[in-house]
């Protein structure tokens, strides 16, 4: 199932345990955690001691996916991961649609996303026009792909060294706000809220996981760089479970040092919590360095779906379903240079126009559906090839992949139920490539392809 890195067409295989696990935790650390936490706080009511709940099993429910992800990555390492494992056992229709989707509107939204975020942040430091801020996004898109066609291994270096510095600088803020906070004086009672019904901290539950896993979204983007990793059998399933705790990790401990800065209260209220806890510990000024920590949080966010995503529609172009100069290999970079390219000018695109947001949110739940049907992969590849040597099995099987199954069903399901006019429209936008599937699907049977 390894793909030749000989053949033609093949990408080298470069990528080490610490690159995949700087990978997973810089893809997923944007600005998220920098911002979110509030409003989770508000959408349980102000309960401390919820919101933490919320945010552990938000890590949890991505951790059992990672772990069931790194045996599917294990037993399959090529490039597009997700696709890969769709494809193989669903078919190329399912497989190209989340393709489709990820090309038009999840991969390329969300770096226009951190790109808009990017020159908006810019502002906190410097004087920044609207027209500055928008030239900045899409320098900032421009740069990355850059980075990424002149090569993998620049792209991972820049990448471990943009993740080193926001972990550590996270890190930093944290042991300050701790070591200075003075939020949770009298606020025993703060963990639980006092007076939400039953039904209405379920619904705010429900509404603050929504957040959470938007923050946590990011580690499947690792998979699709499995063509280009070394000793994948070892290192992918390592560095899944290793980047998934530590997501964990660091994100209790910036929430907790959050409300230690804050308290309840004013933590609740803040749309910005970071910038707003360093203020009311250290001072206006220091807010500043958050803003830049968030600045190359988010410049590697952007680097990290950029290294990843290409892959999928590299995949996808060599199956004979996508534009066929995205298959190619750039001779002296040795990176899918038109794949980056091609991805990056349609964030640009969608960046510039502002068009992103509607489709994110639109669109955003049907993630979960096929990351439900990737997962439900390993159950074909076991049965397949039960007796494969392998040095990695998911734990628990099959209850791990199972449990990850049902939660991301039940969210698109409470998508489907509480805003049906959303998801009709969301569903809407992924079988638009319908008709775009047969197109290619018949270009491949004239032209001899196998099916």
Known sequence: MTEDPQAAGALPRTLGLRDLILLTVGTVIGSGIFIVPGAVLRQVGGGMGVALLVWLAGGILSLLGALTYGELSARNPKAGGLYIFIRDCFGR????????????????GSVATLAVAFGAYLGEIIPVTPLLAKLSAIGMIAVVAVVNVLGTRRSADLQNWTTAIKVAAIFVMSAVLLLLGRGYAGTGAALWPVDAGAMSLA?????AMIGVLWAYEGWQ???????????????????????????????????VAYFAALGPVEAAASDSIAAAAVTAVVSPTAAKLVALAILISIFGAANGIALTASRVFYAMARDGLFFHRLAEVHPGFKTPAFAVVAGSAWAIVLAATGTFEQLLTYVVFTGWLFYALAAASIFFYRRNAPDASQTYRVPAYPWTPLL???????????????????????????????????IWHSRRRVSGENS
């Open 404 to 438: 990850f199954i049902a939660a991301a069903g039940a969210l698109v399901l409470n998508t489907l139920v509480t805003q049906p006019g959303r998801a009709a429209v969301g569903l809407g936008i992924v079988l638009l490539g319908a008709p775009a599937y047969f």
């Open 203 to 207: 619904s705010g539950i429900g509404l």
């Open 93 to 108: 229709f399912p497989a190209f649609l989340y393709g489709w989707t990820l090309f038009f509107v999840i991969s390329s």
């Open 221 to 255: 983007y690792v998979t699709f760089s499995a063509g280009e990793t070394v000793d994948a059998q070892r290192n992918f399933p390592l560095a899944l479970l290793v980047g998934s705790v530590a997501l964990i990790g660091i994100y209790l401990l910036a929430n």
